[in-house]
């Protein structure tokens, strides 16, 4: 099987991905998809073959080995790689679509297409959950398909057309028991990275966004503020200023109504000079 288009993937997935999302990428590339061609790939190749069972009855291996084994490990594995990997498209995809936006209208739309933002920040997270989710329903069908997590090296065979219970032999059962540790450990750790992912930029961009509206709020209310100080805009849009700008008015409506009073009483200079005595 080649996996040239999954390698590419992955790299492409890299230029858009934080500092843990290229984490994921590494364990996916080198723990995951280089462990599995250059050495589980050979370890079941020959796994039928290799299935041995102590009568000739004809048909009877095949049964049996169909009955303990209705999946293979190593193509469970591969289709585990493929179905991980895959939302990763998704957001390769709505970067490309963002370029190609930019490309048809000339101009400039968004200040990087790869910065995580708006819609391919929702595009990031939905892939995340289900990265989340195709790991961790693997591992239920690997647990399932197989009743655990071992494989023994004797399992014993009732089905027809066995004419009695017969014993099977499995090759290289040790060998294969390794391996499916370690995929269940590198699994276990995608998911945890998966999550770690997901709950950092679920409180990374919350705190942005509460930040972003407490700051435009807080400068909203300094500028209408001063806007009514200079205006007289008659709302109370701030206490402390509407409150201060009414008492100077008042101060200055009394202040003019007083020498208003005066004006009248004043009409020569001896006349005032007598009304200040």
Same mark, same amino acid.
């Given at each position: 099987?080649?996996?040239?288009?999954?390698?590419?993937?992955?790299?492409?997935?890299?230029?858009?991905?934080?500092?843990?999302?290229?984490?994921?990428?590494?364990?996916?590339?080198?723990?995951?998809?280089?462990?599995?061609?250059?050495?589980?790939?050979?370890?079941?190749?020959?796994?039928h073959?290799?299935?041995?069972?102590?009568?000739?009855?004809?048909?009877?291996?095949?049964?049996?080995?169909?009955?303990?084994?209705?999946?293979?490990?190593?193509?469970?594995?591969?289709?585990?790689?493929?179905?991980?990997?895959?939302?990763?498209?998704?957001?390769?995809?709505?970067?490309?679509?963002r370029?190609?936006?930019?490309?048809?209208?000339?101009?400039? +739309?968004?200040?990087?297409?790869?910065? @995580?933002?708006?819609?391919?920040?929702?595009? !990031? /997270?939905?892939?995340? $959950?289900? &990265?989340?989710?195709f790991e961790?329903?693997?591992?239920?069908?690997?647990?399932?398909?197989?009743?655990?997590?071992?494989?023994?090296?004797?399992?014993?065979?009732?089905?027809?057309?066995?004419?009695?219970?017969?014993?099977?032999?499995?090759?290289?059962?040790?060998?294969?028991?390794?391996?499916?540790?370690?995929?269940?450990?590198?699994?276990?750790?995608?998911?945890v990275?998966? +999550?770690?992912?997901?709950?950092?930029? @679920?409180?990374?961009?919350?705190?942005?966004? !509460? /930040?972003?509206?407490? $700051?435009? &709020?807080?400068?909203?209310?300094?500028?209408?503020?001063?806007?009514?100080?200079?205006?007289?805009?008659?709302?109370?849009?701030?206490?402390?200023?509407?409150?201060?700008?009414?008492?100077?008015?008042?101060?200055?409506?009394?202040?003019?109504?007083?020498?208003?009073?005066l004006?009248?009483?004043?009409?020569?200079?001896?006349?005032?000079?007598?009304?200040?005595?």
């Open positions: 099987m080649s996996w040239g288009f999954l390698h590419h993937l992955l790299n492409g997935m890299n230029k858009y991905s934080t500092g843990i999302g290229r984490i994921w990428v590494a364990v996916v590339f080198i723990f995951r998809l280089l462990v599995y061609i250059v050495a589980a790939e050979n370890i079941w190749k020959y796994e073959d290799e299935f041995e069972c102590n009568i000739k009855q004809p048909g009877c291996e095949n049964v049996c080995f169909d009955h303990f084994f209705p999946v293979s490990h190593i193509r469970l594995w591969a289709l585990q790689l493929i179905m991980v990997s895959t939302p990763s498209l998704l957001v390769v995809f709505h970067v490309a679509y370029e190609n936006r930019e490309k048809r209208q000339n101009q400039k +739309l968004y200040k990087s297409p790869g910065e @995580i933002d708006g819609g391919l920040l929702c595009t !990031y /997270l939905i892939s995340l $959950i289900l &990265k989340t989710g961790i329903v693997f591992l239920i069908l690997f647990y399932k398909l197989y009743n655990g997590f071992k494989v023994p090296s004797l399992v014993k065979c009732d089905i027809r057309p066995c004419p009695n219970t017969v014993d099977c032999y499995i090759s290289k059962p040790t060998e294969k028991m390794i391996f499916l540790y370690f995929l269940v450990v590198t699994s276990c750790l995608g998911i990275l998966n +999550l770690s992912e997901l709950s950092y930029l @679920i409180f990374k961009y919350s705190i942005k966004c !509460y /930040l972003k509206r407490y $700051i435009k &709020k807080d400068q909203g209310s300094e500028g209408d503020c001063h806007k009514s100080e200079i205006t007289g805009h008659n709302r109370p849009l701030c206490v402390e200023y509407y409150a201060e700008l009414l008492w100077y008015k008042q101060k200055e409506a009394l202040y003019m109504q007083s020498w208003r009073n004006g009248l009483r004043c009409r020569t200079v001896r006349g005032c000079t007598a009304f200040v005595r």
